[in-house]
């Protein structure tokens, strides 16, 4: 069985790892921990202007959710399932971000999930996951086999770094500090719906 990464709320968490070493193995991710201030990252918006994110105070509480991109069946299944909880989360005030591996110009279209209006971004550089420290690298092994799916990830995010997220979430709350993380190595399993909505809960509620 996978082990899960990091899971923590208010005042649990991991020790955070070195922003400036990605591992080629995401088992040995080791995310940015609960309590930790989050860091300025600059991502793009669809349009391709960029959209700075931290550090705090917050207009709103945010929810920020890293995926691998519009190509990856797993992410499409995520981004649907939580269609069930957006207004819910929306509602508590939160800011519901989603950050992709993919560029820019192909946040929307790659996707298979129909419907989606959620605000996506494209963290194409990685520079935002390599700062929550959920990127790793992969080897040419790994690049290989994504190739033999038929997935060319440098025409995907544009670049030649070779790397992914972790799919993970983190919530954060207005004063720009980490309460929440949910990371795991297994990109097949996802936070549900329901654990996500209880844990922005519990945070606006502590907060």
């Known amino acids: 069985m ?17 922003a400036d070493i990605v591992p080629s193995d995401p088992a040995n991710v080791v995310p940015l921990a609960v309590g930790s201030a989050i860091p300025t990252v600059v991502v793009q918006n669809p349009d391709g202007s960029d959209r700075r994110i931290g550090p705090g105070p917050l207009d709103r509480p945010t929810i920020l959710i890293f995926y691998r991109g519009g190509w990856c069946p797993y992410c499409n299944r995520h981004l649907g399932v939580l269609k069930k909880v957006e207004p819910q989360l929306l509602g508590l005030g939160y800011d519901l971000l989603f950050l992709s591996a993919d560029r820019h110009e192909i946040l929307y279209s790659s996707l298979k999930e129909p419907d989606v209006h959620y605000t996506l971004l494209s963290d194409a550089s990685m520079s935002a996951a390599r700062a929550y420290h ?5 080897d040419a092994t790994a690049l290989a086999k994504y190739g033999e799916y038929g997935v060319d990830l440098e025409a995907a995010s544009g670049y ?31 936070i549900s719906p329901d654990a996500l909505l209880e844990a922005a809960q519990r945070v606006v509620g502590s907060h």
């Open 134 to 138: 959920v990127a790793y690298q992969l």
């Open 160 to 190: 030649r770094h070779h790397q992914l997220p972790v799919p993970a979430v983190f919530i954060v709350d207005k004063l720009g500090v980490v309460r929440f993380v949910y990371a795991n190595p297994d990109y097949t399993t996802r």
């Open 2 to 18: 996978p082990r899960l990464l990091a899971i923590g709320l208010l005042l649990m968490g991991g020790a955070a790892g070195a």
